[in-house]
């Protein structure tokens, strides 16, 4: 069973950096696709990064292109998001989640992903 842990999350202050970690365990890491979403109150589960089995496929959803930075290590199991310039929108519930993937690609669309961690919380402080 696939289990995912997030660590990284906190308070920011607007303009600073931030760096997400997501392990995973339970199966080979490198047979899933990996995504970040982020969940603000009141509002629904978006996808604002991903990533393929294959680390040359990534997608940004616009509003973060250009200032994160989604990427996987292999060997160490784990997808990290590397946020920068970091707005009072960026705050939400940050989610790292899992696909079993047979081909290269990203999943752009939350319901697509079948594995979720319990998500971490990122505050921006203006």
């Known amino acids: 069973q696939v289990q995912l842990v997030e660590s990284g999350g906190g308070l920011v202050q607007a303009g600073g950096s931030l760096r997400l970690s997501c392990a995973l365990s339970?199966?080979?890491?490198?047979?899933?696709?990996m995504g970040w979403l982020r969940q603000a109150p009141g509002k629904s589960r978006e996808v604002v990064a991903a990533?393929?089995?294959?680390?040359?496929?990534?997608y940004y959803e616009d509003l973060v292109k250009g200032r994160f930075t989604i990427s996987r290590d292999n060997a160490k199991n784990t997808v990290y998001l590397e946020m920068n310039s970091v707005r009072v929108e960026d705050a939400a519930v940050y989610f790292c989640?899992?696909?079993?993937?047979?081909?290269?690609?990203?999943?752009?669309?939350?319901?697509?992903?079948?594995?979720w961690g319990q998500g971490i919380q990122v505050t921006v402080s203006s």
């Open positions: 989640a899992a696909k079993r993937a047979v081909a290269g690609g990203y999943y752009a669309r939350s319901a697509e992903y079948e594995y």
């Open positions: 339970g199966r080979a890491f490198s047979a899933y696709a």
């Open positions: 990533i393929g089995r294959e680390t040359i496929n990534t």
